[in-house]
């Protein structure tokens, strides 16, 4: 039987959050795609994500926003970029140690991912008037990876030694500050489109 050295010893909540968000967002992901397919064959097509005329996906993916780069599904591009987290998580649960530019990078992209997810928020909500049960899977996954992942690079001093008890301090929080921005969303729909009334 081996033990983790204090030198090797595996950040597990951060692997469990990296592996937990990157297979959500890989079957919101999916499944939306799965949904797209469905409409390019059947415009017609009964969605199973069709919950309300408020509820569903259907709207979202065949609105502008829903192919904003390179006129490429909003999904296809969630299938490869949600197997980042998956495999940083498998290579740390390795031993894997990156460098702290690679962790500054990952930070980056994270961030540029929830940025998107908080514009398609915005769209969703003030434009299309719907809220898309997968879409919404992603934006929770890219909420709590980005806040996990940035408490955890201040915790380890990768933007400076001054983030080092800032980061200590937030890292097990994280989740409380996912739910916290879950609470804002939920809030901020149900003012703008009084969601509840059409479940």
Do not use: H
């Amino acid at each position: 039987m081996t033990t983790d050295t204090p030198a090797t010893r595996r950040p597990w909540f951060l692997i469990v959050v990296l592996l937990l968000t990157g297979a959500a967002g890989l079957w919101a992901a999916f499944s939306l795609a799965l949904d797209k397919f469905a409409i390019l064959q059947d415009p017609d097509a009964v969605l199973g994500c069709n919950i309300s005329f408020v509820v569903q996906c259907g709207a979202n993916l065949e609105s502008w926003q829903g192919k904003v780069f390179f006129d490429v599904p909003n999904p296809v591009w969630g299938l490869m970029g949600w197997v980042a987290p998956i495999a940083v998580a498998f290579g740390l649960l390795a031993g894997a140690r990156f460098q702290r530019w690679f962790w500054w990078l990952f930070n980056l992209g994270i961030a540029g991912a929830l940025a998107f997810c908080i514009w398609l928020m915005a769209q969703s909500i003030f434009v299309i008037g719907t809220l898309c049960p997968w879409c919404m899977l992603t934006w929770a996954a890219a909420i709590l990876a980005f806040w996990t992942v940035t408490f955890d690079n201040l915790r380890e001093g990768r933007f400076g030694a001054w983030g080092r008890r800032l980061g200590a301090a937030l890292y097990t929080w994280a989740p409380l500050f996912a739910v916290g921005s879950y609470i804002v969303i939920a809030i901020v729909a149900q003012l703008r489109l009084d969601f509840l009334s059409t479940l």
